[in-house]
């Protein structure tokens, strides 16, 4: 059985900084694209940044780029986001999703080819 687990949301001042972490276990996670998406109330789910196999390609979205960092470390099965100089519209409930049918040096923006998905951490930047 496939599970991934997000932790690291919380409460943050305006211009702070979060470290998420999705730990993956029941799939082969050096063969997953892995991918941060999040999503709004009433809003659909919204990608924010993905990496490849390796780690060694990345793509964030325009809102983040610069801000949010994505890694990943084979060894743990975990994929972190490193979330810098926060803004309140990053307030969000933030999803790892895992794409288990993609390819070596491939990366996924889109939310419908992810194939496991976890339960989601909080964030919430506010004064």
């Known amino acids: 059985q496939v599970q991934l687990v997000e932790s690291g949301g919380g409460l943050v001042q305006p211009g702070g900084s979060l470290r998420l972490s999705c730990t993956a276990s029941?799939?082969?996670?050096?063969?997953?694209?892995m991918g941060w998406f999040r999503q709004y109330p009433g809003k659909e789910r919204e990608f924010v940044a993905t990496?490849?196999?390796?780690?060694?390609?990345?793509e964030y979205a325009s809102a983040v780029k610069g801000r949010f960092t994505i890694s990943r470390d084979n060894a743990k099965n975990t994929v972190y986001l490193q979330m810098n100089m926060l803004r309140p519209e990053d307030t969000a409930l933030y999803y790892c999703g895992a794409d288990d049918n993609s390819v070596a040096g491939a990366y996924s923006t889109t939310y419908a080819r992810y194939d496991y998905w976890g339960r989601g951490t909080q964030v919430t930047v506010s004064s």
């Open positions: 990496i490849t196999w390796s780690g060694r390609r990345t």
């Open positions: 029941g799939l082969n996670f050096y063969r997953n694209v």
